[in-house]
């Protein structure tokens, strides 16, 4: 059955930085786009970036460009956001999804992990 698991999670001050891994099972990475959201309290989830299936291209919502970069490991079935420059409004639950390419709307992705906390103060 399909799975994705987030991991890295944690509190982290200001300024610091953490890698989150998105670890999948059942079914073929190599097919497949992830794409990285986050939703803290109260807020709707939003789109962080996005890395394609096709020829790897990444993509990245304007308050984490710069800082936040996406990557994947198709032969260990894992992706990665590794995130630099943390602020504290970067707090949130961090989820990856599957989907067919970099979608749009959050209802088109085809698969979602459990998320992961991130957490972001002095």
């Known amino acids: 059955q399909v799975q994705l698991v987030e991991s890295g999670g944690g509190l982290v001050q200001p300024g610091g930085s953490l890698r989150l891994s998105c670890a999948t099972s059942g079914f073929n990475l190599d097919y497949y786009a992830i794409g990285w959201f986050r939703q803290a309290p109260g807020k709707e989830r939003e789109g962080v970036s996005c890395i394609s299936n096709n020829d790897g291209s990444t993509y990245y919502a304007d308050s984490v460009k710069g800082r936040f970069a996406t990557s994947r490991d198709n032969g260990r079935n894992t992706v990665f956001l590794q995130m630099y420059s943390l602020k504290p409004e970067d707090t949130a639950v961090y989820y990856c999804?599957?989907?067919?390419?970099?979608?749009?709307?959050?209802?088109?992705?085809?698969?979602w992990g459990q998320g992961t906390q991130v957490t972001v103060s002095s």
């Open positions: 999804a599957a989907g067919n390419r970099c979608y749009v709307e959050l209802f088109q992705w085809d698969y």
